[in-house]
Nanobody, 127 residues
């Protein structure tokens, strides 16, 4: 449920930063229990990167903790992912997702909990 569109990807050098945006046009961000960012490389499993619950609780994958920050802008209806100190291993297609029912602490990074998905934006990091 919902229409999500990602933007902000691109090609950068290792150590630089990017900010991804996820615009939700059909529903407001406040209607979702959990919102998240995932990433996936060709032939690989989709990986949960960062998630935020309706309580404001956030959870991150170990590989991005301390470097990435997920945050919502309720006025603009946009979900952001700020990515700092990018590494070559961060090169993936990034997707945003949302769901109306989710226990953020245990399910926030589980892809099967989400029913609304964007089509992805590519991030490429070179050394």
């Amino acid at each position: 449920q919902g229409h999500l569109v990602e933007s902000g990807g691109g090609s950068v050098q290792a150590g630089e930063s990017l900010r991804l945006s996820c615009a939700i046009s059909k529903y407001s961000l406040s209607m979702f229990y959990c919102m998240a960012w995932f990433r996936q490389a060709p032939g690989k499993q989709r990986e949960g990167v960062a998630a935020i619950g309706n309580s404001g609780f956030t959870t991150y994958a170990d590989s991005v903790t301390g470097r990435f920050t997920i945050s919502p802008d309720y006025a603009k209806n946009i979900l952001y992912l700020q990515m700092n100190t990018l590494k070559r291993e961060d090169t993936e297609m990034y997707y945003c997702a949302a769901t109306g029912f989710c226990r953020i602490a245990t399910e926030g990074l589980a892809s099967d909990r989400y029913d609304s998905w964007g089509q992805g934006t590519q991030v490429t990091v070179s050394s």
